[in-house]
Structures are given as C-alpha cells and as structure tokens.
C-alpha cells in the first residue's frame, strides 16, 4: 500500500474555518493526488502533484489548495471549510502504473 | 480528457453465480485500465490493470478483465461469487503523459451478494 499515511482520519470542523489535511508517504513515489468520494459521484480529483512544487488542479479544485514541499508530504488546504466540503478525502501515491491509497479522512463540516 | 463511464450503480447477484462489471472508457490514445475495489469504510484496494499486451487481464481474488479497444470497455468478470465480494468497485483510466499524468474515476458499482 506505499505506506501511505492519512491524518486526521476524522474531523468536525465549523463552516469558514481552515482545515489541513495531510497524506504521508514513504515509497518516494513521484505523482500524489487527492480525491474526495461523496454518493453517487465516486472519485473525483480534486488536486495532484508531479514533483514537489509542482502541483496542478483537478475537476473540483475550487475552495481547495494544495503544497508539496517535500516528496513524502502532499497537504491539502480548505482555507473556509463549507458544508458541500463534508465529504471522504483519499490522498493516493503513484510511482509506476498503478495508484495506491491511503485510509481515507472523514471531513464534516458544520 | 478522459471520461468513465460505469452504468450499472447497483448490481445484485447470488453467490456461486457469475459476475460482470460494464466499464466504458473515453481517451484518445491508449489508456491504462484499472479496476479497483472498496470494503466499506476501508480505502481502495487495486483488483487489476492493463497497460499494454494480452487484452485479458486476470487479478486478485479471482477477478479478471478484457480491455476491448473496438468497445473501448474493459469489463470486469468473475466466474462464481463469493459473499465476500460484496463491496463497490471502481473502474478508473490513467495517462502517462508527464505533467499530465492522473488517474478518472467513474461513479463505481455497488455490489450485492445474496446467498
């Protein structure tokens, strides 16, 4: 699984504060992603990195940012949490062909 | 940009019998595949993958996939459920292309299994 760390694995925040979530990995792999999973949606990207400092958007990037200053770290910013961000967060790591993911953070916003 | 599309959301089969996971997929060159699966509450495990070679993949647990470039889907099949198998699975397209390189989800398919 890439030894792959996700934390906090669970949240309750209130609507307009900051929350950081972070992923861990320790493969040194090259491309990290974060995805969040809500019913009826599956996966959607929210924002990846190809290096660190190098990060791009996804589908559904607004109210989100991200930063890599290191290979082993990917955080991911909601700098005014809203209550449509309640959601599973998944951060994955790809070195090769294939994406591992993490455990998952359970985000609510309220 | 790449799409997936699985439509069945739902899918209800009785153990022992056969299983088959529609996945289609948009992508203008040739995509990687992958299938993936999720116990409830746990994170996303990968079933199987196709990059390139035999179009018939065969993964954990039994599972296998066909990628069919005329189709442009990469179903996923398993000759007899096992309880077990009752999970959501995710079919997802992935490049390669330097800077470019991210993996789409389709909206995945639930999986019930009853005995």
């Known amino acids: 699984d890439a030894g792959i760390t996700q934390s906090p694995r669970h949240k309750v925040t209130e609507t307009g504060t900051p929350v950081t979530l972070r992923c861990h990995q320790t493969?040194?792999?090259?491309?990290m992603y974060w995805y969040r999973q809500d019913p009826g949606h599956g996966l959607r990207l929210i924002h990846y990195?190809?290096?660190?400092?190098?990060?791009d958007k996804g589908e559904v990037s607004d109210g989100y940012s991200v930063s890599r200053s290191k290979t082993e770290d990917f955080l991911l910013t909601l700098e005014s949490a809203t209550s449509s961000q309640t959601s599973v967060y998944f951060c994955?790591?790809?070195?090769?062909?294939?994406?591992?993911f993490g455990q998952g953070t359970r985000l609510t916003v309220v | 940009a790449q799409s997936v599309t699985q439509p069945d959301i739902h899918i209800t089969v009785s153990e022992g019998a056969s299983l088959e996971l529609r996945c289609n997929y948009s992508?203008?060159?040739?995509?990687?595949l992958f299938w993936y699966v999720q116990s409830p509450g746990q994170g996303l495990q990968l079933l199987l993958k196709?990059?390139?070679?035999?179009?018939l993949v065969q993964g954990i647990k039994g599972f296998e996939a066909e990628f069919k470039r005329s189709q442009s889907s990469f179903n996923l099949r398993k000759p007899s459920v096992h309880w077990s198998d009752a999970a959501e699975y995710f079919c997802?397209?992935?490049?390669?292309?330097?800077?470019?390189?991210?993996?789409?989800f389709g909206t995945g398919t639930r999986l019930q299994v009853t005995l």
């Open positions: 994955a790591c790809r070195g090769g062909i294939e994406a591992f």
């Open positions: 493969e040194n792999h090259r491309y």
């Open positions: 990195s190809y290096g660190v400092k190098d990060t």
């Open positions: 992508y203008g060159a040739t995509p990687y």
């Open positions: 196709y990059f390139s070679g035999d179009t």
């Open positions: 997802a397209v992935g490049t390669n292309t330097g800077t470019a390189s991210k993996l789409t």
